[in-house]
């Protein structure tokens, strides 16, 4: 079976697509990966970071270390709910 990435990272020098070498996650929220052009032509080879910034929708099973922001659609939904149960 393949696995199709439709979220594809191009090499910032030729715009082929890039490959995962390895990827080390730090934290919870933050990740570092070694990307890798597969465009031999090229040969580039680099570091990213991924770094996981807001809630869009809040998990069942909660990791009470990890503290994220909600998205601001998510706050006022819940900012309203609150409002509503309290009066
Ligand atoms: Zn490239």
Redesign the pocket.
């Known amino acids: 079976m393949t696995v199709q990435n439709r979220h594809r990272i191009p090499?910032?020098?030729?715009?082929?697509n890039l490959r995962v070498r390895k990827s080390q996650g730090l934290t919870p929220v933050y990740r570092e990966a070694v990307f890798e052009?597969?465009?031999e032509d090229?040969?580039?080879r680099g570091k990213a970071s991924i770094e996981i910034t807001h809630t869009i929708a809040p998990s069942d099973i909660p990791n009470p270390t990890v503290a994220l922001p909600l998205v601001p659609r998510l706050r006022d939904l819940i900012t309203k709910q609150a409002h509503a149960a309290n009066g």
Request: aromatic share 8%; with cysteine; net charge positive.
């Open positions: 090499c910032p020098h030729c715009g082929v052009c597969r465009n090229c040969g580039w």
